[in-house]
């Protein structure tokens, strides 16, 4: 396996690995930020190591055992006698008399002697309210998804130093505050939740459509999110919003198969064979949204956007969806979060029920919103109106202006193999 070649899996294992590696060490270490410097250093380690001496057998458990001797390092140096851990630091204080492989065996029991999910404790730990909303789901993402602080910084639409400077303070915050590493008590659960909510959200969409690189979708990312999604469920059962988020995910997810060819090109939703989407998450989803519609929540933001996503996965063809539902959930939408990326949506979704023409119109109403520019969908969106309505001249102009925007590698093939299109076919009369 060349360098390269090496490189390459490395990230892969560190994408799937790191929140699993960073929770168990936030357990360990009781300091979040600690915890990801350990985790960093174990994937220093690898960058190292693998290239010159060949893939472990394991990666996985490599990363997780090297971060945890790292822990351990630290833990010497540092003498911690939390009350839970007073067993293993007074193994540690005396780990001279122990033989190495009975004081890993330790520390394997500190780390697997709780109960819950080291993953969600950590989703919790970051959305503390002493940081603030924006920090809470940067702070997150980073730890949780493994993802860079440019990923997420275009996720927000704000520039990476914005991000960067979030994710350093929050750390900060949380190790001055002494915060616990543990999930919230009941009290303080509202007030978390929504920050959880839309942090495991943008995790399933980093997954769902990757905002940079060769591959279209993260299947792994969006597992994670999902399996994040229904334990949350499970805790707070009563919640619309947990079960509106989770009907969202289990119907997107349902599509994955479909969203790409065998070349792993990107296949648009109203292209998709949908004999390809999975039953199975679809009847989950839809059981998913009626709990939500039951506890209350019918206008719930993941609530609204999974009555949307049923429309689709409703519909047996692409020309049996009902688009003006769809508007009108769109509609409800902009009411309850008025956001560009709802309005951008809606005005595809009117495109469809009432023809492009509309669908343009309130395009053209986006064309100066701060937080669009820059943002490949809106030229992307404005070149397909554009299209259907015969203006391909135009039409190939904004899909190049989308092309150039985009980070992801399949996307912005896409949008260039759209431009060429329609500037080889003349303007309609």
């Known amino acids: 396996m060349s360098v390269a070649d090496t490189h390459r899996t490395i990230n892969a294992v560190w994408r799937i690995e790191s929140a699993k590696v960073i929770g168990a060490l936030a357990r360990m270490t009781r300091d979040v930020g600690v915890a990801e410097e350990l985790a960093q250093d174990a994937l220093l380690a690898a960058l190292e190591q693998w290239p010159r001496d060949g893939l472990p057998d394991n990666p996985a458990a490599w990363l997780m055992a090297t971060a945890k001797h790292r ?20 193994e540690i204080d005396t780990a001279h008399a122990m033989r190495a492989a009975d004081l890993a065996e330790a520390v394997d029991a500190a780390l697997d002697d ?46 990476e130093a914005t991000i960067a400077q979030r994710i350093v303070r929050a ?40 905002t940079a690189g060769q591959d ?67 009847r989950r989803g839809l059981a998913a949204l009626d709990k ?42 902009a009411e309850v979060t008025p956001s560009p990326i709802v309005e951008l949506n809606r005005a595809v979704a009117e495109s469809m029920a009432f023809g492009p023409a509309a669908g343009l119109a309130r395009v053209d109403t986006l064309a100066d919103e701060p937080a669009l520019q820059g943002y490949h969908l809106l030229p992307a969106v404005r070149g397909d109106l554009l299209a259907k309505l015969g203006r391909r001249s135009e039409a190939a102009a904004a899909f190049r202006q989308a092309a150039a925007l985009a980070r992801n590698e399949r996307e912005r093939k896409l949008l260039l193999m759209r431009a060429l299109t329609c500037s080889s076919n003349p303007d309609a009369s």
């Open 71 to 90: 822990a351990l390092d630290l833990l010497r140096r540092r003498k911690l006698h939390a009350a839970k851990e007073g067993e293993i630091s007074h």
């Open 114 to 159: 709780d109960v819950g999910d080291d993953l969600l404790r950590l989703v919790f730990i970051a959305c503390h309210p002493v940081l603030s909303p924006e920090a809470r789901v940067a702070l997150t993402l980073r730890m949780l998804g493994g993802l860079t602080t440019d990923e997420i910084a275009r996720s927000f639409l704000v520039p």
């Open 171 to 210: 750390k900060r915050t949380l190790s001055n505050a002494n915060v616990p590493f543990e999930a919230p008590r009941a009290h303080e659960l509202a007030e978390r939740l929504s920050s959880v909510l839309e942090v495991i959200y943008l995790v399933f969409n980093e997954g769902y459509s990757a």
């Open 216 to 282: 279209w979708m993260r299947p792994a990312l969006c597992d994670e999110a999902l399996r994040l999604g229904r334990i949350l469920a499970g805790l707070v059962p009563a919640e619309p919003e947990v079960h509106g988020l989770v009907a969202l995910m289990e119907i997107q997810a349902s599509r994955a198969a479909a969203r790409v060819n065998a070349d792993g090109e990107p296949v648009l939703l109203l292209d998709q064979n949908r004999a390809r989407w999975d039953p199975l998450l679809i």
């Open 292 to 333: 939500a519609e039951a506890l209350g929540g019918a206008e719930g933001p993941y609530a609204l956007q999974a009555a949307i996503a049923a429309c689709h996965a409703r519909a047996r063809t692409a020309d049996a969806t009902d688009w003006p539902r769809i508007a009108a959930l769109y509609a409800t939408l």
